[in-house]
């Protein structure tokens, strides 16, 4: 699967802004994606995640996914389904053009092209785009309605092209629907995993169906960065990483962190709990766009075949967040067959 996430900014402001983040929301890594609400791919009306504001009626073969908020293929086909609050679409509409795209790697064929969207509006870009070895055909839809704004994006393998056809994914885009989004409390308990301890963070929303977004302050749209943010989102699908390398990976999803700018890790610390490596790091340098002093804190989960990665961000003088992120960090807890552990 290549990245298929919003733009990066996700994480600064808690509305997107500028291109990716990722290892947050790619891996949270490359990264940075609560199983879909049952039904038959080839259902007549849209099918939507637990608790999601955000559905479409998938492609024949293409099922509710159990790892992020979308739809599947055996193929390696694949429709991510991101939500974000209605004041996204000013920031995002206009930013997505081919020159912009163009330097995540994909790459647009032609323009964008109105797409129809029931009570609401939306636009969709097409193209391919390289990853592993392989070459995805591409869809990217910015849509919005009376619940909000979403962006829908649906990557097919070259090779899947007969399974996936382009023309099922275009049927599948026009079906594009808003519903009331459940409460926060119902998107939390559709996670792939459980939180014991919010350590006196205010959760804001879910992103993508499986991270999730918390903050200590009033404002759950935050532009100028002035409240501590916390996000935790698991890997996408399989993507275990060797025996001895977590000390690496993890340096490297810390360096992807567009917000800061001269970061420099202080502070580094592995243990186990129980089959898992946690690897945690501890960061400071200044707010990209103020060059106000910030501190930063990464705990990642190492379990099996996948990780979650627990992110904080605040201001340099404040280390008691700092310490109640690594606590929500210590308090996660991955589900396994409706059960956590």
């Known amino acids: 699967m290549t990245d298929p996430h919003p733009p990066r900014g996700l994480l600064a402001r808690f509305v997107p802004r500028r291109a990716g983040l990722r290892a947050l929301l790619a891996g949270l890594a490359s990264a940075l994606l609560a199983s879909a609400a049952p039904g038959p791919a080839h259902a ?3 099918v939507f995640p637990p608790a999601g504001s955000l559905g ?16 599947e293929h055996r193929s390696g086909a694949s429709i991510i389904l991101v939500e974000m609050p209605p004041e996204a679409w000013a920031q995002i509409n206009g930013r997505f053009t081919p020159e912009a795209l163009a330097a995540t790697g994909f790459r647009v064929k032609g323009g964008s092209e109105a797409l129809p969207v029931a009570g609401g509006e939306g636009f969709v870009l097409r193209g391919t785009q390289g990853a592993n070895g392989l070459t995805y055909a591409k869809w990217v839809a910015v849509v919005r309605g009376g619940a909000g704004t979403g962006l829908v994006t649906v990557q097919v393998p070259e090779s899947a092209a007969e399974q996936v056809p382009e023309a099922a994914v275009e049927a599948a885009l026009r079906t594009v629907a808003f519903r009331a989004p459940g409460s926060v409390a119902d998107q939390i308990a559709a996670l792939p995993y459980t939180v014991g301890d919010m350590a006196g963070f205010r959760p804001v929303r879910t992103l993508m169906g499986n991270a999730l977004l918390l903050t200590d302050g009033p404002k759950d749209v935050d532009p100028e960065g002035s409240q501590t943010m916390v996000i935790v989102a698991p890997s996408l699908g399989r993507a275990a990483v060797g025996a001895g390398q977590e000390s690496a990976f993890a ?7 567009r917000e800061v700018k001269d970061l420099t890790v202080t502070d580094e610390e592995r243990s186990t709990r129980g089959d898992a490596v946690v690897l945690r790091l501890r960061g400071s340098g200044a707010d990209a766009r103020s060059g106000r002093p910030v501190a930063v804190t990464q705990t990642i989960l190492f379990e099996g075949p996948g990780y979650v990665r627990v992110l904080g961000l605040t201001s340099a003088d404040r280390p008691d967040a700092l310490a109640r992120a690594e606590r929500v960090a210590a308090s996660i807890a991955t589900r396994r067959n409706g059960d956590a552990r």
């Open 44 to 46: 007549a009306e849209p």
């Open 56 to 71: 479409l009626v998938p492609p024949p073969g293409m099922t509710p996914s159990e790892k992020f908020a979308g739809f």
């Open 251 to 257: 340096r490297k999803a810390l360096g992807t962190l």
